[in-house]
């Protein structure tokens, strides 16, 4: 059974950076299409970005040029760098990670970001 633990969530003023971080065990760390997602109150939730085994990404475009995802398959640690946060980046961020044919998926508990001066 895949296991994954968010950290890294806190509060922190519009402009500022944040670092999560998304620990797998459990599994074949190196072989899941690892994804962060979040989910702001009253809203359904969305792919903040994504990353391939082999470290190709996709980024929502509300993201594009402010975070960026990254993976170490030795670690089995997937990261979100977050920076020139805004107060609409506030949610829960959940770490999914699952099979390249989507029939194994996992998720995290989520931890919380929270923007807010």
């Known amino acids: 059974q895949v296991q994954l633990v968010e950290s890294g969530g806190g509060l922190v003023q519009p402009g500022g950076s944040l670092r999560l971080s998304c620990a797998a065990s459990?599994?074949?760390?190196?072989?899941?299409?690892m994804g962060w997602y979040r989910q702001a109150p009253g809203k359904q939730r969305e792919l903040v970005a994504a990353?391939?085994?082999?470290?190709?990404?996709n980024y929502a475009d509300f993201v594009k040029g402010r975070f960026t995802i990254s993976r170490d398959n030795a670690k089995s640690t997937m990261y979100l760098q977050m920076n020139s946060l805004k107060p609409e980046d506030t949610a829960v961020y959940y770490c999914?990670?699952?099979?390249?044919?989507?029939?194994?998926?996992?998720w995290g508990q989520g931890t919380q970001v929270t923007v807010s001066s």
């Open positions: 999914n990670g699952r099979t390249v044919d989507g029939t194994r998926s996992y």
């Open positions: 459990g599994g074949i760390f190196s072989i899941y299409v």
């Open positions: 990353i391939r085994s082999r470290g190709g990404t």
